[in-house]
């Protein structure tokens, strides 16, 4: 029993670390401690941690091509063509480019996962606020908010999406009648409670008709990688196998294609990544495995299972809000492991299945340490001079959040 509450203790300490960031200290630096910690104490069998590592491998895959891709279009411009296009269109006016922004989060996040949101579309963001003169705050809390919104228009919107379902993700049509209008409900909810919350800085005007910037070949190079990129993604989803490699790959690909094209060396896309993430992801893979070794994720699955024999409807209410809070206190990547792994267990029907994608999804939307998307986003923002803390973040989450929840669970609940 005491080592039980020593586990524990290590990784409340350990997800401490990872939202507060005591001293400044990167995110990795907590996870990666923790976990060390649980092995070091011999609270967690080390060959358990090697297996709670290598179950990551498709994340981690999945991450290094998201961001090879991301990195090499700001090396080339394209960011900064984006942002032109954008700022033209929004005609001198923040609420219209807030508004495109939406809309193109919208698209990325469907089609590239909202990682690809907070990782590619970001950088973007800020060079369109920048090239605007405008506020850049409210442009880029659209990034994050809607890389968690739109995370269950399609399977792939969310790599915990294929985590929570694992081998197991419905086809297509029976995830459009059980999610488009749960998906359709966050999108808008999630738009007019964040519009509401940043009105006053969207007052004024911007910046607009600006001279075009020319698109340069490894610009298009990148473009072109993306694009090939967002194919291949449904093109595997649809086939029912793994994200990871296949995003790698083209990364890897793209990045060589316009390295070799300028004759340059790939070493300066490469150094500035940032790696921190990987064994971010790794260190709370570790402190879920710890879960299932101290047996957490056996009592979950027998209260969960004891929730819906008394009744279906309110246990999918109450087990998808729970999962959405607790998202924020652990990473949703890691919750939704604790998820899949208690269903299993409960052989939950399919809405109880159901709550708890959305809450897996949605949740992270209240705090900036709730998804590995808004950390991605957290990260970038950072590279740009910008930077959120978790109260400020939480003021806006806890008006955003809850209502496109609420609207999200009962429309799958009642309706789906």
């Given at each position: 029993?005491?080592?039980?509450?020593?586990?524990?203790?290590?990784?409340?300490?350990?997800?401490?670390?990872?939202?507060?960031?005591?001293?400044?200290?990167?995110?990795?630096?907590?996870?990666?401690?923790?976990?060390?910690?649980?092995?070091?104490?011999?609270?967690?069998?080390?060959?358990?941690?090697?297996?709670?590592?290598?179950?990551?491998?498709?994340?981690?895959?999945?991450?290094?091509?998201?961001?090879?891709?991301?990195e090499?279009?700001?090396?080339?411009?394209?960011?900064?063509w984006?942002?032109?296009?954008?700022?033209?269109?929004a005609?001198?006016?923040?609420?219209?480019?807030?508004?495109?922004?939406?809309?193109?989060?919208i698209?990325?996040?469907?089609?590239?996962?909202?990682?690809?949101?907070?990782?590619v579309?970001?950088?973007?963001?800020?060079?369109a606020?920048?090239?605007?003169?405008?506020?850049?705050?409210?442009?880029?809390?659209v990034?994050?908010?809607?890389a968690?919104?739109?995370?269950?228009?399609?399977?792939?919107?969310?790599?915990?999406?294929?985590?929570?379902?694992?081998?197991?993700?419905?086809?297509?049509?029976?995830?459009?009648?059980?999610?488009?209008?749960?998906?359709v409900?966050?999108?808008?909810?999630?738009?007019?409670?964040?519009?509401?919350?940043?009105?006053?800085?969207?007052?004024?005007?911007?910046?607009?008709?600006?001279?075009?910037?020319?698109?340069?070949?490894?610009?298009?190079?990148s473009?072109?990688?993306?694009?090939?990129?967002?194919?291949?993604?449904?093109?595997?989803?649809?086939l029912?196998?793994?994200?990871?490699?296949?995003?790698?790959?083209?990364?890897?690909?793209?990045?060589?294609?316009?390295?070799?094209?300028?004759?340059?060396?790939?070493?300066?896309?490469?150094?500035?990544?940032?790696?921190?993430?990987?064994?971010?992801?790794a260190?709370?893979?570790?402190?879920?495995?710890?879960?299932?070794?101290?047996?957490?994720?056996?009592?979950?699955?027998?209260?969960?299972?004891?929730?819906?024999?008394?009744?279906?409807?309110?246990?999918?209410?109450?087990?998808?809000?729970?999962?959405?809070?607790?998202?924020?206190?652990?990473?949703?990547?890691?919750?939704?492991?604790?998820?899949?792994?208690?269903?299993?267990?409960?052989?939950?029907?399919?809405?109880?299945?159901?709550?708890?994608?959305?809450?897996?999804?949605?949740?992270?939307?209240?705090?900036?340490?709730?998804?590995?998307?808004?950390?991605?986003?957290?990260?970038?923002?950072?590279?740009?001079?910008?930077n959120?803390?978790?109260?400020d973040?939480?003021?806006?989450?806890?008006?955003?959040?809850?209502?496109?929840?609420a609207?999200?669970?009962?429309?799958?609940?009642?309706?789906?």
């Amino acid at each position: 029993m005491n080592s039980i509450w020593a586990s524990w203790g290590i990784a409340a300490a350990a997800t401490f670390g990872v939202i507060a960031r005591p001293f400044r200290w990167p995110e990795a630096i907590w996870a990666v401690a923790g976990a060390a910690l649980l092995i070091i104490l011999g609270l967690l069998p080390l060959d358990l941690a090697w297996q709670a590592v290598g179950k990551g491998a498709d994340v981690y895959l999945f991450l290094i091509g998201m961001m090879l891709l991301s990195e090499v279009a700001r090396r080339e411009g394209l960011f900064d063509w984006v942002a032109v296009q954008a700022v033209n269109h929004a005609r001198g006016s923040p609420k219209r480019l807030f508004v495109l922004v939406y809309g193109v989060g919208i698209v990325t996040t469907t089609f590239l996962s909202n990682d690809a949101t907070a990782v590619v579309l970001t950088p973007a963001v800020f060079a369109a606020a920048r090239a605007a003169k405008t506020r850049p705050l409210p442009l880029l809390l659209v990034c994050s908010f809607i890389a968690n919104a739109a995370s269950f228009v399609l399977p792939i919107s969310n790599p915990a999406n294929l985590v929570l379902y694992g081998n197991h993700v419905p086809p297509l049509g029976p995830w459009f009648a059980r999610f488009a209008l749960p998906s359709v409900l966050s999108v808008i909810v999630t738009f007019a409670m964040l519009r509401v919350t940043q009105r006053r800085a969207l007052d004024g005007t911007c910046e607009s008709e600006l001279e075009p910037v020319p698109l340069t070949t490894g610009g298009r190079i990148s473009l072109a990688g993306i694009a090939t990129t967002a194919l291949a993604l449904m093109t595997v989803s649809a086939l029912d196998m793994q994200l990871g490699l296949p995003t790698a790959l083209l990364g890897v690909l793209t990045t060589l294609a316009v390295m070799l094209t300028e004759r340059r060396s790939p070493w300066p896309v490469v150094k500035e990544i940032s790696w921190d993430v990987l064994p971010l992801v790794a260190g709370l893979f570790v402190l879920v495995a710890m879960l299932e070794h101290t047996g957490v994720i056996e009592m979950l699955a027998r209260t969960l299972a004891a929730a819906t024999r008394s009744g279906e409807t309110a246990a999918g209410l109450i087990a998808g809000a729970a999962l959405a809070v607790a998202c924020n206190l652990v990473n949703n990547l890691p919750a939704g492991l604790v998820a899949s792994s208690t269903l299993m267990q409960a052989h939950s029907p399919e809405r109880i299945v159901d709550a708890l994608l959305i809450g897996v999804d949605l949740g992270p939307n209240l705090s900036v340490t709730g998804s590995l998307a808004t950390i991605l986003w957290l990260n970038a923002i950072r590279r740009e001079g910008e930077n959120v803390g978790f109260l400020d973040f939480l003021k806006v989450g806890g008006v955003v959040m809850f209502p496109a929840l609420a609207c999200a669970l009962a429309a799958r609940i009642f309706f789906g």
